[in-house]
């Protein structure tokens, strides 16, 4: 099961931290990645990091702006979202995939098998 937190309503230039807690299984061994939902689009990648810390990938629109981390011994992932735009409004969802991570592949909505609930950002201009 996955929990995501720390949505909100902020200013556009300023920051936010969402999290993401998992729980039921064996969390160091899936790779997690945090997806969004505008209103009226498709839901998108925003990044993802591999179950060893030290691979991760983001989408263009949010690279240098946001990161995203992870401490396995508390079951958590973290997406670090600073300069805030409006067009950064969404439904920010976490997900975990138990595939071999890859920078070719691992931004890729179908491999993640268990997704959590959302947690709502708006960023007002």
């Known amino acids: 099961q996955l929990q995501a937190y720390g949505g909100g309503l902020v200013q556009a230039g300023n920051s936010l931290r969402l999290s993401c807690l998992a729980s039921?299984?064996?969390?160091?061994?899936?790779?997690m990645g945090w997806f969004r939902q505008a209103p009226g689009k498709d839901r998108e990648f925003v990044a993802t990091?591999?179950?060893?810390?030290?691979?991760?990938k983001y989408a263009d629109s949010v690279k240098g702006r946001f990161t995203i981390s992870r401490d396995n011994a508390k079951n958590m992932v973290y997406l670090q979202m600073d300069s805030l735009k409006p067009e950064d409004t969404a439904v920010y969802y976490c997900?975990?995939?138990?595939?071999?991570?890859?920078?070719?592949?691992?931004?890729?909505?179908?491999?993640?098998?268990?997704w959590g609930q959302g947690t709502l950002v708006t960023v007002s201009s």
């Open positions: 039921g299984r064996t969390f160091s061994n899936y790779n």
């Open positions: 997900a975990a995939d138990d595939g071999v991570w890859s920078p070719i592949r691992s931004h890729r909505e179908l491999l993640y098998d268990h």
């Open positions: 990091i591999s179950r060893n810390p030290s691979n991760t």
